[in-house]
């Protein structure tokens, strides 16, 4: 609930950061103002205003304020555009919005081969002996499991989007979560994914990767910003 609870505060002030509304002053209020503004406790502000920071959306200066830095006056519209200003934490709450429904519709319509390749990735990424092994088998399970969806235009928009885990930010978090039980808990996620998907019971499937992503959600706020478990 704490990582949810800081996921809206980051989606609101991100929002508000984004509006424009300070570009002529270019200083954002007082944290007393900002949080009453936003309807959120002022540690779960500063707790906001840090994932920002580390965006580069915002700077703060001591005994001077919060600044909002470069924000541009036309937003980007295409997908290759929007890739160079998006961010772990935004890639991360897009496929917990739509990797869930993918895997319901993957239990509808996946191939007697598409299961076994499912059960076949799950089974790697619990046998992947060295972190970059576990990683491949990671990507491969999920692109595997849209593809299983035999929905071309979530493929492409998944395929878009997973080309972020190439850049630095994503690398700095691969190194984050190589360790083995860490591997070992979202392994098993894989598997309970692939089963349900075998199965046809697209609510568990939907249900599993929702709980699979939340994790990596929590992940990414506590070891990519630094962040405390707790709000």
């Known amino acids: 609930m704490a990582t949810q609870g ?29 949080a009453d503004d936003l309807g959120v406790g002022r540690r779960s502000l500063r707790r906001a ?31 290759a555009s929007i890739d160079e200003h998006t961010s772990p934490s935004e890639v991360i709450e897009l496929r917990l919005t739509f990797e869930p429904m993918i895997a319901r519709l993957a239990a509808m319509r996946a191939t007697a081969c598409d299961i076994r390749k499912l059960q076949r990735l799950a089974a ?15 990507a491969a399970f999920h692109r595997a499991v849209v593809e299983a969806a035999h929905n071309l235009l979530f493929l492409a928009v998944y395929d ?23 591997q070992a808990a979202y392994s098993g996620d894989h598997v309970a994914i692939a089963q349900a998907i075998g199965a046809r019971d697209g609510e568990r499937a939907a249900q599993a990767m929702h709980a699979h992503l939340r994790d990596v959600q929590q992940h990414v706020l506590q070891h990519a910003f630094a962040l405390p478990a707790s709000a």
């Open 6 to 34: 800081l996921t809206e505060s980051v989606a609101r002030l991100r929002a508000l950061v984004e509006d424009g509304a300070y570009l002529d002053s270019g200083r954002l209020p007082p944290e007393r103002t900002l």
């Open 124 to 138: 790697q990424t619990c046998e992947a002996a060295a972190a970059d092994d576990y990683e491949r088998a990671d």
């Open 160 to 182: 878009a989007v997973a080309f972020r885990r190439e850049d630095a930010g994503w690398l700095r978090l691969a190194e984050n979560g190589r360790c083995f039980k860490r």
């Open 49 to 79: 205003l840090d994932v920002l920071e580390r965006e580069g959306r915002i700077s703060r200066e001591q005994g001077r304020g919060t600044f909002v830095r470069n924000v541009t006056a036309t937003p980007p519209t295409t997908l």
